[in-house]
Each structure stands twice: as structure tokens, then as C-alpha cells.
């Protein structure tokens, strides 16, 4: 690796694991999963990754599309956080790398989630130098125009930015806008954080 100067985090797959996402609703609720699943797809995506609509407006469209009774005062957004869990192996990696570099996140987000998940311990409660969130600023990887608006907040060149992610797309992104990259292997989360470890520490 050439000298880094600044590693950007990923937050979902990487400081902590959300393939549990909506298993609470889902059950509570007595929806199918995977029908459930199929409504974030396309423009709802699309428009809650850019900050147009809230997850809680996304949960409006849910109750009226599965014909959901008593679900109106449902906090949707803490329960799809409550199916998160945190890699705290991830999170001591931040702590550590924190003393030797400038450390930021990067992520696909929603509104609302962000100051929670800190909250919550799902993402490391460290001093960022810089926090990029799709929903704040209408551009979401793997779009060029996000990567290029973070390299200019941090003030370093495009090589000597790191980005660590779990998305193949998101890390291709990434190096076509001229940073380095680490693919998170969400399967394999030990082997990653010890790759990282020795590369960067």
C-alpha cells in the first residue's frame, strides 16, 4: 500500500452486521420476509439512501401495502436497529487506528439512524474527522459525486484515502475515484480486521 493519510469506514458490514435487518417486524407484525424485503427495492431505495423520505415514511408505505392493523405509532426505525449487532473487534480496530490516523465513515444511510447507532453501540464512539451519510448529502456510493465531495472534506489526495467496505460495487467506486481500498469480508470478519491490522497498524 502506498502512505495513507486518512481510512474512511463503511458502517453497515463492517462496524457492525445487519443481515438480521426487519426479522422483529417481519415477525411481530406476521409479514413474509422476503415480500417485505422486495419493497425496498427501486425508488423506495432510491429515495430513502438520498434523505427524500424518512424510514418511518417508508413504514407508512409498509402498513398500507400489507394491510397492517395497530401499526401506525410502531417506532420502525428502532426496531430495524434492534436487529443490528455490533463487530466489536471492528470497533477496537477504529480505537487503535484513531491513534494513528484521521478516521471517517462513509455509508449509505437513512434519516434519523445515525446519532442511534452511536447510542446503540453499533458504531464505534470515536472523534471522526469526517462523516459523509448519503442521506445528508443527496449523492450515495457507488456514485462518483460522493467520493469525490469526501476527498475534498478530509484535504488529502485521492491516494492517500483508504476505504474499507463490505460492497464490491462501493470499493470499484472507490478506485475509479483514485483511493485505495480493503474489502471487508462480512464472512469472515477475524481474517479481515487482522489483515487490516497488520497492513495499517
Given at each position: 500500500m502506498k502512505k495513507i493519510k486518512f481510512i474512511y469506514f463503511d458502517i453497515g458490514?463492517?462496524?457492525n452486521d445487519w443481515s438480521d435487518s426487519f426479522r422483529t417486524v417481519t415477525s411481530k407484525f406476521k409479514i413474509n420476509f422476503e415480500e417485505f424485503n422486495k419493497l425496498w427495492s427501486g425508488k423506495?431505495?432510491?429515495?430513502?439512501?438520498r434523505g427524500k423520505i424518512s424510514p418511518q415514511d417508508?413504514?407508512?408505505l409498509a402498513i398500507k401495502k400489507f394491510g397492517l392493523k395497530n401499526a401506525d405509532n410502531y417506532n420502525f426505525v428502532e426496531s430495524w436497529m434492534g436487529d443490528y449487532r455490533p463487530r466489536l473487534e471492528v470497533h477496537e480496530l477504529a480505537r487503535q487506528l484513531s491513534k494513528k490516523y484521521k478516521i471517517g465513515l462513509i455509508s449509505n444511510l437513512y434519516k434519523g439512524m445515525m446519532p442511534r447507532l452511536i447510542e446503540k453501540g453499533m458504531v464505534t464512539d470515536i472523534k471522526y474527522s469526517v462523516v459523509v451519510l448519503s442521506y445528508e448529502v443527496g449523492f450515495r456510493k457507488p456514485e462518483r459525486e460522493i467520493y469525490k465531495l469526501a476527498t475534498n472534506l478530509v484535504?488529502?489526495?485521492e491516494e492517500e484515502i483508504l476505504?474499507?467496505?463490505d460492497r464490491k460495487d462501493f470499493i470499484?467506486?472507490?478506485?475509479?475515484?483514485g483511493w485505495q481500498t480493503f474489502w471487508f469480508g462480512e464472512k469472515n470478519v477475524k481474517e479481515s480486521v487482522f489483515k487490516l491490522s497488520k497492513l495499517l497498524l
Open positions: 458490514g463492517v462496524m423506495i431505495w432510491d429515495d430513502i439512501t417508508v413504514w407508512k484535504g488529502v489526495k476505504l474499507i467496505d470499484e467506486g472507490a478506485k475509479k475515484s
